[in-house]
């Protein structure tokens, strides 16, 4: 089966650097995703890793350890407009995405 | 631009009503769509992926009867409500994927938010 595990919720300010953490368990493994979702829309591809090691995308960043079943996402630089869920999603074979209940991250001023 | 489209973007309707919710890719074929549901404040829980020319692969507990996919062409997927109830009212989401090269992100369209009376 499939087990995802990221924080329900953290708070951070705004100009600061805030990482969610990602632990995973999945039947085969494909890549992992990080998508965005503000609150009442739908959700936006951030990024994608494979292979282990960290892919920087601007003031977002992301790592994958496959050994460890474990991604952050690292946002830099934090504007207001960040606040939102951000959603840990592995991908199986078949390219199937599994969602846990994401991250809903709280940009103060 | 977006590159996944869904329409409408919003449905309110008495119960008993059948619903279709359109998906099409905008500049790229998909092979395979995916149809996600999403409750408040929950996660999105995937429904069913619809493939091109053959039938749908629903999710345990989602009722094939119910929730009628068709994906007949490369670029558009459609998804029927029949017989709508207050229960189904939720936000509807689908995605697709480029089939050509390996690794491509899902693209989510701008979901559908469903309201039975």
């Known amino acids: 089966g499939q087990n995802i595990d990221q924080p329900t919720e953290m708070t951070a300010t705004e100009g600061a650097i805030v990482q969610i953490n990602c632990t995973y368990q999945?039947?085969?493994?494909?890549?992992l995703f990080w998508y965005q979702q503000h609150a009442g829309e739908a959700p936006t591809f951030l990024s994608y890793?494979?292979?282990?090691g960290l892919e920087e995308k601007g003031r977002f960043s992301s790592f994958l350890s496959r050994s460890k079943g474990y991604s952050y996402l690292l946002l830099k630089e934090l504007q207001m407009k960040d606040s939102a869920s951000y959603l840990c999603?592995?991908?199986?074979?078949?390219?199937?995405?599994?969602f846990g209940g994401g991250t809903r991250l709280m940009v103060k001023p | 631009g977006a590159v996944v489209s869904q329409h409408p973007s919003r449905v309110i309707c008495k119960s008993g009503t059948s619903v279709k919710i359109e998906c099409r890719s905008l500049?790229?074929?998909?092979?395979?769509m995916f149809w996600y549901r999403q409750f408040p404040k929950q996660s999105l829980m995937l429904m069913a992926t619809?493939?091109?020319?053959?039938?749908?692969?629903?999710e345990q507990g989602v009722e094939k009867d119910k929730f009628l996919i068709n994906h007949a062409s490369l670029t558009l997927s459609t998804l029927t409500v029949t017989s709508a109830h207050p229960e189904d009212s939720s936000f509807y989401i689908c995605?697709?994927?480029?089939?050509?090269?390996?690794?491509?992100?899902?693209?989510f369209g701008d979901g559908t938010r469903l309201s039975i009376l």
């Open positions: 995605s697709a994927r480029d089939a050509q090269g390996s690794n491509q992100p899902q693209h």
């Open positions: 999945t039947s085969g493994f494909n890549g």
């Open positions: 890793n494979v292979l282990d």
């Open positions: 999603a592995p991908s199986t074979p078949g390219n199937m995405l599994t």
């Open positions: 500049d790229f074929q998909a092979t395979t």
């Open positions: 619809s493939n091109e020319g053959s039938k749908a692969t629903y």
